[in-house]
């Protein structure tokens, strides 16, 4: 017996995609799709077509293809993204103390990487190509 398209778990799983708001898509948004290895099979396929980027364990970004390479690229920007990633993972953290001068106008200096304080412990690599979320003084939790 055939299965429609419509009753699928890969067509499910495109409008759980078009459904979630904001541009980071955990694991667990699918759980209730299938099983582990159904659902690991179409995160591979959503990688594969450059709709989805690994962005860390269990994280992925919405993706769009680049106008001039065969590349995806992350909706939103890269470093917001992983920041968000952050918040659906419910971990506490406050901007870096650069990016807090910076804000402050203590210091004129224009923060160039993407570093944050944690506030809660998080012990994940959280990046995409040469972006990386990176915890400030090396501490995973204060």
Do not use: H
């Not at 995609?17 to 667990?28: T, Y």
Request: include cysteine; hydrophobic fraction near 35%; aromatic fraction near 8%.
């Amino acid at each position: 017996m055939r299965v429609k398209y419509s009753e699928s778990i890969e067509y499910k799983a495109l409008n759980r995609l078009k459904a979630i708001r904001g541009s980071v898509v955990l694991r667990k948004d699918f759980n209730d799709l299938g099983s582990y290895r159904q659902i690991s099979r179409i995160l591979k396929e959503l990688i594969a077509e450059k709709k989805l980027v690994k962005i860390g364990a269990g994280i992925y970004a919405k993706a769009y293809l680049s106008k001039y390479s065969d590349i995806p690229l992350v909706k939103n920007g890269a470093d917001s993204t992983l920041r968000e990633a952050l918040k659906r993972l419910g971990v506490a953290y406050e901007p870096g103390s650069a990016e807090k001068d910076y804000n402050e106008g203590k210091s004129t200096q224009v923060p160039v990487r993407n570093i944050v304080k944690l506030k809660s412990r998080c012990r994940r690599r959280i990046g995409y190509r040469n972006s990386e979320l990176i915890f400030e003084k090396k501490i995973n939790a204060k």
